[in-house]
Every structure is written in C-alpha cells, then in structure tokens.
C-alpha cells in the first residue's frame, strides 16, 4: 500500500541522516513520505504504469545526488530524496503482487511497467496484495525503525503512529469493500459514488469513480 512505501522511505532516510538537526531533518522526512507516495496517485489512471519509472526515477536520483555532491543545496538534497523515495517505491513493486481487481486471486503477471524496455516485470508476490497482512506487517516495523531513529522528531513520531493505524484499518477492510458498501443504507448508497477496480488497455488497473445521476 502506499502507506507502506511512504513509511520504508522515511525509515531508510532517517537511518541515512540520524545527527541533523530537527530544521533539517523534519523536511526531508516528509518529502521523503511523499516520494514514497508519489507513483501510487496513478491508481485513478494506469495504476503502476501512468507515473510508475524505475529506470527513469533511478538515473534521475543518482544525478541529482551526484549534482548534490559538486554543488551542496538544498533544493537539489530535496529533489534527491524525493526521487529517491518514488525509484525506491517503483522498483520495489517488484516485490508485491500483481495488478487486478483482486490480487488475491492472482490471474496476471504484471507488477509495475518498466518503461525502459516497455514491458512488465513479474510479480514475486513477497507482499501478496495492498492491505494484505504482511502489507501492514512491512509498514509497522518501518515506522519503528524510523521512530527509533534519532532523526524523527515528536511530530514525526505521531504521523507514524496515525500512519500504522490507519494503514492497519485499511487492512482490515481491505478484501471486504463489496461486502460493506452493500450494507449501505439505500439512502446513503444513493448520494455516494460508485467505486470500482477495472482493468485497462494497457493490462494495467484503474480506480473508477462514477458519480450517481
């Protein structure tokens, strides 16, 4: 789940930069979360294709940390760690299962596009699907090891704590979405959008949201 990816990559730079100062520290903690987020907003377009780069995120973070190291700013360690954090999600998707309405029921091969060589890595399904338990397992000793750290800060530490129980009720939901939408009074099933997980033409999945007329 997103929420996992966020919390890996704020566990891996807060293990990176243990002694600056929370002034620093606390920036780059948080874009670290959101390029750690970044490539999942695609999952209202082809989800782990549209903004999914492994290749591309990997060079461009290597560059922009190199660029760091001949000319020290702020902005360009900003920008590394947000690609960073998106090279690290998109290629550690690898690792997950694979896209489809319910991917615990696996029926495809296909784990995030490699727009390098224009196909699609197959799943290792270490992490079976998104939610899945030890999707939530994954993301509460990341948010540990970064809560550890001497990087986070108290404000950090909260975020991390809302970040494992939320990610641990979306766990528990997670593969019964159709089962509680259908216990939605008639009423309120009226006025709220229909939600579904429809497959593409490029192989991929796709968030729909219709609005009801």
Same mark, same amino acid.
């Given at each position: 789940?997103?929420?996992?990816?966020?919390?890996?990559?704020? !566990?891996?730079?807060?293990?990176?930069?243990?002694?600056?100062?929370?002034?620093?520290?606390?920036?780059?903690?948080?874009?670290?979360?959101?390029?750690?987020?970044?490539?999942?907003?695609?999952?209202?377009?082809?989800?782990?294709?549209?903004?999914?780069?492994?290749?591309?995120?990997?060079?461009?973070?290597?560059?922009?940390?190199?660029?760091?190291?001949?000319?020290?700013?702020?902005?360009?360690?900003?920008?590394?760690?947000?690609?960073?954090?998106?090279?690290?999600?998109?290629?550690?998707?690898?690792?997950?299962?694979?896209?489809? !309405?319910?991917?615990?029921?696996?029926?495809?091969?296909?784990?995030?596009?490699?727009?390098?060589?224009?196909?699609?890595?197959?799943?290792?399904?270490?992490?079976?699907?998104?939610?899945?338990?030890?999707?939530?397992?994954?993301?509460?000793?990341?948010?540990?090891?970064?809560?550890?750290?001497?990087?986070?800060?108290?404000?950090?530490?909260?975020?991390?704590?809302?970040?494992?129980?939320?990610?641990?009720?979306?766990?528990?939901?997670?593969?019964?979405?159709?089962?509680?939408?259908?216990?939605?009074?008639?009423?309120?099933?009226?006025?709220?959008? !229909?939600?579904?997980?429809?497959?593409?033409?490029?192989?991929?999945?796709?968030?729909?949201?219709?609005?009801?007329?």
């Amino acid at each position: 789940m997103a929420l996992t990816h966020g919390a890996v990559s704020v !566990a891996l730079v807060a293990l990176a930069t243990p002694a600056l100062p929370d002034t620093v520290a606390l920036p780059l903690l948080v874009v670290a979360f959101l390029g750690g987020i970044l490539p999942d907003l695609d999952i209202v377009a082809d989800h782990r294709k549209t903004l999914h780069y492994p290749v591309g995120y990997s060079v461009l973070a290597f560059l922009l940390a190199v660029g760091y190291v001949v000319a020290p700013s702020g902005t360009l360690l900003l920008a590394a760690v947000l690609v960073g954090s998106a090279a690290v999600h998109t290629c550690s998707d690898v690792l997950a299962g694979s896209v489809e !309405a319910e991917p615990w029921n696996p029926t495809t091969e296909r784990a995030v596009y490699n727009h390098a060589l224009g196909a699609w890595h197959r799943p290792r399904r270490y992490v079976r699907y998104s939610g899945a338990p030890e999707d939530w397992l994954l993301a509460l000793v990341a948010a540990a090891t970064a809560i550890r750290s001497p990087a986070s800060g108290s404000t950090v530490e909260a975020a991390l704590f809302w970040l494992v129980a939320v990610a641990g009720g979306y766990t528990l939901v997670r593969r019964r979405f159709s089962a509680l939408s259908a216990r939605f009074p008639s009423r309120l099933a009226a006025v709220l959008p !229909a939600v579904t997980v429809e497959e593409t033409e490029s192989g991929a999945t796709t968030v729909a949201i219709r609005f009801r007329s």
